[in-house]
């Protein structure tokens, strides 16, 4: 399993620098930055959390970054739960309309359920989130594995530009610019595209459907 440190190893090795490891390690921070918030495999969970009787507000998980649904769990069944605006909710809460949740907002790293819980019930988060960070050398998620040719070409790159000054990698990233391709190099969109097609197979359902005139 590839940690943290074998993918700054790595980068060093293939640029020949020994002296820029704190620079690569900020890059391939900043390359997992760049990507995680669209949606691999493993960036989509589920997290479940508790309503508190009269309280309005819940916290999202703690590595929410966008969500695909939200259900509230009634009496043994799962409903979803309607995303409206704070603005509406501020205009149709009282304040003392208390009931099963059936509409939420984001505020603030909350979600604000309305009508306000009159008990505890269940909700269940389908969403993308982070990966734990990285931060130590033995520090190992799914970016230094499955995503790790992604992030390493990106962070190569943009160490490249960013700190030795190279000019053909300067020119390739300003092509790919030109063209309105959101890459620094050939090697980040090959790795890119090759990991995007894999993705998007497993989100298929690879099946087809009878249909009727």
């Known amino acids: 399993m590839s940690t943290f440190g074998d993918m700054k190893t790595r980068i060093a090795d293939e640029l020949d620098r020994s002296d820029l490891t704190t ?39 703690s590595n929410f970054l966008d969500e695909d649904s939200l259900k ?24 003392t309309d208390e009931a099963e949740p059936s509409c939420y907002a984001f505020y603030a790293g909350q979600i604000r359920l309305y009508p306000i819980p009159d008990a505890v019930y269940t909700l269940t988060f389908s969403y993308i989130g982070s990966q734990t960070a990285l931060s130590a050398d033995a520090d ?51 790795a890119y595209n090759s990991l995007r097609r894999k993705a998007d197979m497993k989100t298929s359902t690879n099946t087809i459907q009878a249909w009727c005139i």
């Open 72 to 95: 509230i769990t009634i009496s043994g069944d799962y409903e979803i739960m309607r995303r409206v605006t704070y603005e509406y909710l501020d205009k149709i809460d009282s304040g």
């Open 140 to 190: 190992t998620n799914d970016w230094t594995n499955e995503g790790e040719a992604l992030i390493r070409a990106r962070a190569k790159a943009a160490v490249k530009m960013n700190y030795l000054q190279d000019a053909g990698a300067m020119a390739e990233a300003q092509g790919y610019a030109l063209n309105r391709m959101d890459f620094l190099c050939t090697a980040e969109a090959s």
């Open 23 to 61: 620079q690569i390690g900020l890059e391939i921070l900043t390359a997992i930055a760049h990507y995680e918030n669209q949606r691999w495999s493993w960036s989509e969970i589920r997290a479940t959390a508790s309503t508190v009787a009269n309280i309005p507000y819940v916290a999202v998980p």
